[in-house]
């Protein structure tokens, strides 16, 4: 059971997390929907999946968000208290670290158990559910019908079309086609004509009353023949993603592989969950503040902190991927480092003063 004490500091603590955490989610959104929009834009994606892709890309990036948010949300919270003198209260009624801990680890391992979940399970689905989107939207977009008044080029530009017009029933008046095979050309320009099996990786073009050029670029030898209906096949190229993307695999396989790209896919999918505990153990001792400092005095020294540590965990990570000599004790040593420098922390808070300062204090 929770004490009103215990009650208090979770409530400061996840009041705090929540809200830099959502302004770095803020953040990311606008620069996200910058992202997407423009490849939507480049690309030809249709607007209705653009929020879709955001809300999937935005789910991968919290396994990076959630455990600085719990950082700085810890340091910021706490900040406060030692601020305006709640802590020192605190302490003169016998609250010791292990009472302040108390709350904060119950409120992270919450939020652990949601990291492990995110990045062992919903991150990879997520990103494989987000490229399967976009390789759908990209397909129908390469395969879809055409446009009046625009050029489409199919077949990786080897065949283009152009209609003028496109009557409510999808026949397509004023035509122009355009075909290569090797060096040769073949021209057709027809009335009117039927885009049949849009959408499928084999079309047919019908083109009705209309004049086929036949020939190579240069050369004399032309072709002309003049037809009542015409059938212009187009077969699309499969479109797949150029390469196979580890972070999208299920977490399974990595475990069973023993290639060092999947091992350290794997080591850093386990240590999204760590470093939020990692975290959650300096910011409580880092967040302390000596008598008139202000109430952000150790932002800065959290931020050098989380940015040494993410980086070094990052430098690490490449050196398993490339089974360097660095990477050959995995993550577990990075995460010891921290550690290290939280206990430090707490044994020079509470270690007792020269014998001096007590003899002193007693007199």
Known sequence: MLSRLDRYLLREVATTTLAVTGVLLVILLSNQFARVLGQAAQTGLPGSIVLTLIGLTTLQQLTVLVPIGLFLGIVLALGRLYHESEMTAMSACGV???????????????????????????????????????????????????????????????????????????????????????????????ERAEQRGAGQPEQLFVLFD???????????????????????????????????????????????????????ELAWRIAVPVMAAVLMALAVPLARLQPRQGRFARVGAAVLAYFVYSNLVAAVRVWIEKDSPGGAWGLWWVHLLPLALAAWLLWREERPGPLWRRTGAGA
């Open 96 to 190: 010791g670290p292990l009472s302040i801990y108390r709350p904060i680890v119950l409120f992270t391992l919450l939020i652990v158990a949601l990291l492990a979940l995110l990045s062992l399970r919903a991150v990879p689905a997520a990103g494989g559910r987000a490229q399967a989107i976009r390789v759908e939207a990209l397909r129908t977009a390469q395969f879809g019908a055409l446009e009046a008044g625009r050029f489409r080029t199919f077949a990786g530009g080897e065949a283009v079309f152009y209609a003028e017009k496109v009557s409510r029933t999808g026949q397509l008046e004023g035509v122009f086609a355009e075909r290569r095979d090797g060096e040769r050309v073949e021209i057709a320009v027809a």
């Open 210 to 264: 209309g004049r086929r050029y036949e020939g190579i670029p240069g050369s004399r030898e032309w072709r002309i023949v003049e037809f009542a209906e015409h059938g212009i096949p187009v077969r699309m190229p499969e479109f797949t993603p150029k390469k196979e993307r580890r972070e999208l695999r299920p977490t399974r396989e990595l475990m069973g592989s023993s290639a060092g790209p999947d091992r350290a």
